[in-house]
């Protein structure tokens, strides 16, 4: 993925203080574990650094025949328990850290998910979902391996380092400054490698990203492009794909290949350096021996740092990115005072409506119309004509810019948003079905619903005759979004999920897709007979949907041109009867 589309409206800068201190936000809670963790860092940092002072003295007192052989097995035993213990530490610490981080991130997934809930539609057409998946997914754990793992490490060489300087010095100065020039050309060398490495990686996941998402599209369209003849067209382009790759590898190949033996080469120059040094400020060779364990210890956290500067470089994106989110207000949320309703009579009012999705693009154009309780109304109208947007405005999914729709004489504006949704059943075009099974499909994994009513409402709408027939009944398993279901079915589905949340008020947009002649007897069936529920609102294709109408509303470029019962917009032979004629001839008989 590009840096580019990971981009979303309303990301900005945040300042370091503010970062902090919303960073603490998720610290603090945990401030006991951490406080523990880095006792534990100081206690087995501090370890480490002594170890290599005890094989100083083993080996002065190899070389002494006065020791007391003793005295070095005492020496060996002590060096032996300490690095078990400091390893145990280091494993607690680890424990520790892993779980506090895994708390976080716990935390955070869970506050980003409800923020992106609330969200509007319109928010959502704006971000789209690739990318928040990206930042719920991905930048959560980035975010928590800022806490439990860079600035741990970070924390732990540079201690490291500080332990390992200040008992250098200690030994001797003249051979610590030496090897201070040896500690900079590894760091500024291990840097600079590090941006580069970061780069060329970062190009490699954006390349990768890019011919997944081509061999995703071209071998799914494999039969489209095999019909058209376009194989040695889009071999050609996979070319491109895969040499851009191809090439990037190389390049984090190669860099790796002078990297490594650099740093080897600078690490055995400092070894010989420290020897020859050494015998001539005629060190001991405890000294010498220590003086090399030292060394050691010093290249990799030099490296490491260089690094974790990286690291932290990039967790701090990643968390800023989040913050970016978190801080996008969800548009339509409730007033301050808005109204609680637990039933609605279901009178629907569309009162001079203007809506737009971009600004100045009008899509509905000073629409008006009246729907009494129980009454059922179709809408009618071209492709683009406004009619599937009308039935989102109810439920608010965007907010209209002039004009008033009220349910009830109440303008919706003033109501709760939770509430509104729950009296207004929506069965929308594409049946979104869930992974899970036939009944969680239908009761939205709400368990206070019994077998029984599933049952009676299946029933009810038609649902249970196609149920039936599944090997598993209502466990029968929804997979893929529901692919493994016709789209009449489908239909069915939601008809029963919708009619078991008991609305008040019903909206359909109809399948215009192909259903079989069984199953579509069926919804016609199951239509009539849902229709008593509540006040219904369709955007009707079928005839008989539209013929049962108590009132039909044709539109036209998001106008309303006319109205009325099915016989009496006939009657006026205007543009429904132009409609009519063009749509139904074959249905009529
Ligand atoms: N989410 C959206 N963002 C921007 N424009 C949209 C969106 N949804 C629909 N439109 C536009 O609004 C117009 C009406 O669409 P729609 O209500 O779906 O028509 P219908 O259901 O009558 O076919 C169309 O021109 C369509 O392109
Ligand atoms: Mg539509």
Redesign the pocket.
């Known amino acids: 993925m590009t840096k580019d589309n990971e981009k979303l409206f309303g990301d900005k800068k945040i300042p370091m203080k503010t970062m902090i201190k919303r960073l603490l936000y998720f610290i603090l809670p945990e401030w006991k574990a951490f406080l523990l963790a880095f006792l534990l860092i100081l206690v087995s940092v501090g370890i480490s650094t002594i170890l290599p002072l005890t094989l100083r003295d083993i080996t002065d007192a190899l070389g002494d025949l006065g020791k007391p052989l003793s005295f070095i097995i005492g020496l060996s035993i002590g060096y032996f328990v300490l690095s078990i213990v400091s390893q145990i530490i280091v494993y607690i610490q680890g424990m520790i850290l892993q779980k506090t981080g895994q708390r976080i991130v716990y935390k955070l997934r869970m506050e980003v998910f409800t923020h992106i809930e609330n969200m509007s539609?319109n928010q959502f057409?704006i971000m789209p979902v690739g990318s928040l998946v990206t930042r719920v997914a991905n930048y959560t754990t980035a975010m928590s391996e800022l806490f439990t793992n860079v600035i741990v490490s970070l924390l732990r060489n540079i201690l490291t380092i500080l332990g390992v300087y200040a008992i250098m010095f200690y030994l001797s100065v003249k051979l610590s400054l030496v090897l201070t020039l040896f500690v900079i050309v590894v760091f500024v060398s291990s840097f600079i490698f590090r941006k580069v490495i970061t780069k060329i990686w970062r190009k490699e996941r954006q390349y990768t990203s890019e011919l997944n998402a081509f061999l995703n599209e071209n071998l799914s369209g494999m039969n489209i492009i095999q019909i058209f003849n376009q194989e040695k067209r889009k071999e050609k382009e996979f070319n491109v794909k895969n040499e851009q790759l191809r090439k990037t590898k190389s390049k984090a190949v190669l860099a790796f290949a002078g990297y490594r033996p650099f740093i080897t080469f600078l690490y055995y120059a400092a070894l010989a350096v420290t020897f020859i040094v050494g015998i001539y400020l005629s060190l001991g060779a405890g000294e010498i021996v220590a003086f090399y364990l030292y060394l050691s210890r010093f290249f990799n956290p030099v490296q490491n740092i260089a690094d974790q500067l990286n690291q932290i470089q990039r967790a701090t994106t990643s968390s800023e990115r989040l913050f970016n989110l978190l801080d996008v207000k969800p548009e339509s949320t409730d007033k301050p005072n808005a109204l609680h309703i637990d039933h609605f009579e279901g009178k629907i009012e569309f009162r001079n409506v203007w809506f737009a999705?971009?600004e100045d693009e009008w899509?509905l154009k000073d629409v008006s119309f009246i729907v009494e309780p129980k009454q059922t109304v179709a809408f009618v109208?071209a492709?683009?004509?406004?009619?599937?947007?009308?039935l989102s405005l109810i439920v608010r999914n965007y907010e209209i810019q002039k004009g008033q729709i009220l349910i009830d004489d109440i303008d919706i504006a003033d109501l709760e948003v939770k509430c509104l949704r729950k009296a207004v059943g929506q069965m929308l075009q594409d049946v979104f079905l869930f992974t899970g099974t036939i009944r969680s499909n239908i009761t939205l994994r709400d368990d206070s619903f019994t077998d029984e009513e599933i049952k009676e409402v299946c029933e009810y709408v038609n649902a249970d005759k196609f149920i039936k027939k599944l090997p598993k009944g209502l466990e029968e398993e929804v997979i893929q979004r529901g692919e493994n279901f016709s789209q009449g079915q489908r239909q069915l589905l939601s008809f029963a999920r919708t009619v078991l949340h008991k609305p008040q008020i019903l909206i359909l947009d109809e399948a215009t897709a192909n259903i079989d002649t069984e199953t579509e007897k069926l919804i016609q069936d199951s239509l009539e007979k849902i229709k008593n529920i509540g006040t219904m609102l369709v955007?009707a294709h079928r005839l008989s949907t539209i013929q049962n109408a108590d009132q039909i509303i044709v539109?036209q470029h998001?106008e309303v041109i006319e109205k009325g019962t099915h016989q009496a917009l006939l009657k006026k032979k205007g543009y429904y009867h132009k409609l009519f004629l063009l749509q139904f001839t074959d249905q009529i008989n």
């Not at 492709?383 to 009308?390: H, V």
């Open positions: 539609q057409n999705y971009k899509i109208g492709t683009g004509a406004g009619k599937t947007t009308i955007v539109l998001g």
